[in-house]
């Protein structure tokens, strides 16, 4: 097995994806794959939906083995792209979506929604994760929104979760839905990208609502919930800070707690003062929504 031993200056997305790949997949597979790149390259759409389809059964489908200085070098290329939970299928899959030219933006996109169109599930997936990294990601904007309406998970996670896509490219109506679809199918608010700078009195609204639809029926609400709906907090949500601040279970208590510290109204600083235990979590800053699962 190749492995490459210089860490590149990570001036391209391709260039730091081949170095990757690089270090865990043979350089036997690697070959097929430069190989289909390079077809790629010459406008051949019909190589594309042949290598994308065999891509697991050339380089394998391991999980990609990234450290804090490959996660800092993604950052750099691409704010908000994070992807540690990515496998060596899906970044393969992501360069020969990269080979493939693109200066007819038409024709790109053409082609994207022919492989969206016949893709199985884990070909879903290395799409919308691939979609901040390819070339006129405005373009795609419609695609994406289409994929929240996936029923199965892990498709809508590739788009909602770890994805810097929606945050950028949404518009409000298509953000709210997807953060509610969150909720819905159990997916973690917390690995939402641009969560906090994409919140909005809209969806506070629909949060709460959906909170107290859960307490009708007496089921659990997600504590992350509450993240988003603390900047809009107004008298009526200071009552369902209370309910929070005061639930039997530690760790609705705490979110209870950090939505308080984060509403503009005094009210609610004063209703958190009266629980000492965690208001002096919030001030250490010990208790962030970040640690609270």
Same mark, same amino acid.
């Given at each position: 097995?190749?492995?490459?031993? /210089?860490?590149?200056?990570?001036?391209?997305?391709?260039?730091l994806?081949?170095?990757?790949l690089?270090?865990?997949?043979?350089?036997t597979?690697?070959?097929w794959l430069?190989e289909?790149?390079?077809? /790629?390259?010459?406008a051949?759409?019909?190589? #594309?939906?042949?290598?994308?389809?065999?891509?697991?059964?050339?380089?394998?489908?391991?999980?990609?083995q990234l450290t804090?200085?490959?996660?800092?070098?993604?950052?750099?290329?691409?704010?908000?792209?994070?992807?540690q939970?990515?496998?060596?299928?899906q970044?393969?899959?992501?360069? #020969?979506?990269?080979?493939?030219p693109?200066e007819?933006?038409?024709?790109?996109?053409?082609s994207l929604?022919k492989l969206f169109?016949?893709?199985d599930?884990a070909? #879903?997936v290395?799409?919308?994760?691939s979609l901040?990294?390819l070339?006129?990601?405005?373009?795609?904007r419609?695609? =994406?929104?289409?994929?929240?309406r996936?029923?199965?998970?892990?498709?809508?996670?590739?788009?909602?979760?770890?994805n810097?896509?929606?945050?950028?490219?949404?518009?409000?109506? =298509?953000?709210?839905?997807?953060?509610l679809?969150?909720?819905?199918?159990?997916?973690p608010l917390?690995?939402?990208?641009?969560?906090?700078?994409?919140?909005?009195?809209?969806?506070?609204?629909?949060?709460r609502?959906?909170?107290?639809?859960?307490?009708?029926?007496?089921?659990? /609400?997600?504590?992350?919930?509450?993240?988003?709906v603390?900047?809009?907090?107004?008298t009526?949500?200071? =009552?369902d800070?209370e309910?929070?601040?005061?639930d039997?279970?530690?760790?609705?208590?705490?979110?209870g =707690? #950090?939505a308080?510290s984060?509403?503009?109204l005094p009210?609610?600083?004063a209703l958190l003062?009266r629980f000492?235990?965690?208001?002096?979590?919030?001030q250490?800053g010990?208790?962030?929504?970040q640690?609270?699962?």
């Amino acid at each position: 097995m190749h492995r490459s031993t /210089i860490i590149p200056d990570p001036t391209s997305v391709v260039d730091l994806l081949q170095y990757w790949l690089e270090r865990q997949v043979p350089t036997t597979k690697l070959a097929w794959l430069n190989e289909k790149r390079d077809q /790629i390259a010459q406008a051949s759409e019909k190589a #594309l939906f042949a290598a994308f389809s065999a891509v697991p059964r050339h380089v394998g489908k391991e999980d990609l083995q990234l450290t804090e200085a490959d996660l800092q070098m993604a950052e750099k290329l691409r704010t908000g792209w994070l992807p540690q939970c990515w496998s060596v299928d899906q970044i393969s899959r992501t360069l #020969l979506l990269l080979a493939l030219p693109h200066e007819d933006a038409e024709a790109y996109v053409k082609s994207l929604e022919k492989l969206f169109a016949a893709a199985d599930v884990a070909e #879903l997936v290395a799409l919308y994760q691939s979609l901040p990294l390819l070339p006129h990601p405005e373009r795609l904007r419609k695609r =994406a929104i289409e994929g929240l309406r996936s029923n199965i998970t892990t498709v809508f996670n590739a788009i909602a979760l770890h994805n810097p896509y929606p945050a950028d490219y949404f518009d409000q109506p =298509a953000w709210n839905q997807m953060v509610l679809k969150a909720l819905f199918v159990g997916s973690p608010l917390n690995l939402i990208w641009g969560l906090d700078q994409r919140a909005n009195p809209e969806l506070a609204q629909m949060l709460r609502d959906y909170a107290h639809e859960r307490w009708a029926a007496k089921r659990p /609400i997600a504590p992350q919930l509450w993240r988003s709906v603390a900047p809009f907090a107004n008298t009526e949500i200071l =009552a369902d800070f209370e309910k929070v601040l005061n639930d039997p279970d530690s760790v609705q208590r705490q979110a209870g =707690a #950090l939505a308080c510290s984060q509403s503009p109204l005094p009210e609610a600083k004063a209703l958190l003062s009266r629980f000492s235990d965690l208001n002096t979590l919030v001030q250490s800053g010990t208790l962030t929504w970040q640690s609270l699962h």
